[in-house]
């Protein structure tokens, strides 16, 4: 049966693997929470500005980076519970990169930046903000411009690492009830 309270199937769960033609049910019968059942607000703010120099004929140099400030708070539709707005204090997130043109068509490059993403509207289960994601990117690669422009080409090698990256904890889905908003 469908409850449209808490927007939730109820029954016992469907077994693909003894699926029997003559005994269907039209309802799905696992919990099946509407995927539009939160209502995040987040508002993000950002000055970026970068810096390009031709330190010599073939070479260039990119510097720059980004001032970041977000805020969050979470609606649950279905209970009505708001999670208390967050304010994230500004960040800001270097870049930098160095270009050398190999012919008119070629040119190579390696670049660095720093990572920085907010989530602080995801939740432990016991009801914590997660810790930002921080981290770096790494990259070289090769550019070609073919074609007389027409035609880009391109090769390259990275490597970003991330601390504070959020996965699904399987014994707490989300909203998990630790969650303001669960």
């Given at each position: 049966?469908?409850?449209?309270?808490?927007?939730?199937?109820?029954?016992?769960?469907?077994?693909?693997?003894?699926?029997?033609?003559?005994?269907?049910?039209?309802?799905?019968?696992?919990?099946?929470?509407?995927?539009?059942?939160?209502?995040?607000?987040?508002?993000?703010?950002?000055?970026?500005?970068?810096?390009?120099?031709?330190?010599?004929?073939?070479?260039?140099?990119?510097?720059?980076?980004?001032?970041?400030?977000?805020?969050?708070?979470?609606?649950?539709?279905?209970?009505?519970?708001?999670?208390?707005?967050?304010?994230?204090?500004?960040?800001?997130?270097?870049?930098?990169?160095?270009?050398?043109?190999?012919?008119?068509?070629?040119?190579?490059?390696?670049?660095?930046?720093?990572?920085?993403?907010?989530?602080?509207d995801r939740f432990t289960a016991a009801g914590e903000r997660l810790d930002a994601v921080k981290g770096n990117n790494v990259e070289l690669g090769l550019k070609g411009a073919?074609?007389?422009?027409?035609?880009?080409?391109?090769?390259?090698?990275?490597?970003?690492?991330?601390?504070?990256?959020?996965?699904?904890?399987?014994?707490?889905?989300?909203?998990?009830?630790?969650?303001?908003?669960?």
């Amino acid at each position: 049966t469908y409850d449209n309270d808490s927007q939730a199937y109820s029954g016992f769960a469907y077994n693909p693997f003894t699926y029997d033609p003559r005994n269907f049910q039209t309802k799905p019968t696992t919990f099946a929470r509407a995927a539009g059942a939160t209502t995040l607000e987040r508002e993000q703010t950002g000055l970026y500005g970068s810096l390009r120099l031709a330190i010599a004929e073939r070479t260039k140099l990119l510097l720059g980076g980004r001032a970041s400030r977000w805020e969050t708070s979470t609606l649950n539709r279905v209970t009505g519970a708001t999670s208390a707005a967050y304010k994230q204090s500004t960040v800001f997130t270097p870049f930098t990169a160095l270009t050398y043109d190999l012919t008119p068509v070629w040119t190579t490059y390696a670049s660095y930046a720093t990572i920085f993403r907010s989530q602080a509207d995801r939740f432990t289960a016991a009801g914590e903000r997660l810790d930002a994601v921080k981290g770096n990117n790494v990259e070289l690669g090769l550019k070609g411009a073919l074609l007389d422009g027409r035609l880009n080409a391109s090769l390259a090698l990275f490597r970003t690492l991330e601390d504070n990256r959020s996965s699904v904890d399987p014994d707490h889905p989300s909203p998990c009830a630790g969650s303001p908003t669960g």
